[in-house]
């Protein structure tokens, strides 16, 4: 299980870290300084959402370089699951915020809310949604 959890948290933190690097340089762009004081804190919410979400995805990568070979893998690996799920539902929210505050800037339009939310739940039925229900319907009593 443990290989299997590393693999998965090595796609998730390609995903944060290229946004993280993104967000990162925006402050720096002469725009910035026109943003609406909304859109700033948008902004300065989702940095730090995406610096909690980078923190999640590479706890697991910690963790088993600090317990291997003290004979915890079931309990690393519990642990290691948790963060990778936490990490997955904060880079959700990292996302949406992002897309949010893109969205703003480019139109301007009432719709915004609405398409994040759609976004929002595609994210939901995709990352949570379907692989609930694979696992409700497929796991054998």
Do not use: N
């Amino acid at each position: 299980m443990w290989t299997e959890l590393i693999q998965e948290v090595r796609v998730a933190q390609m995903g944060v870290q290229i946004l993280f690097g993104f967000l990162l340089t925006v402050v720096f762009q002469p725009k910035y300084d026109d943003l609406s004081d909304t859109d700033q804190m948008i902004y300065l919410i989702t940095v730090v959402l995406g610096a909690v979400t980078t923190g999640a995805l590479i706890g697991p990568v910690s963790l088993h370089r600090l317990v291997s070979g003290r004979r915890v893998k079931p309990q690393a690996v519990r642990w290691a699951s948790r963060l990778t799920l936490l990490g997955l539902v904060l880079l959700l929210v990292t996302t949406a915020c992002s897309l949010l505050l893109i969205l703003r800037v480019a139109t301007h339009d009432g719709f915004v809310p609405y398409l994040v939310a759609g976004v929002v739940f595609w994210y939901l039925l995709c990352w949570f949604g379907i692989p609930m229900w694979t696992r409700h319907r497929h796991t054998s009593r």
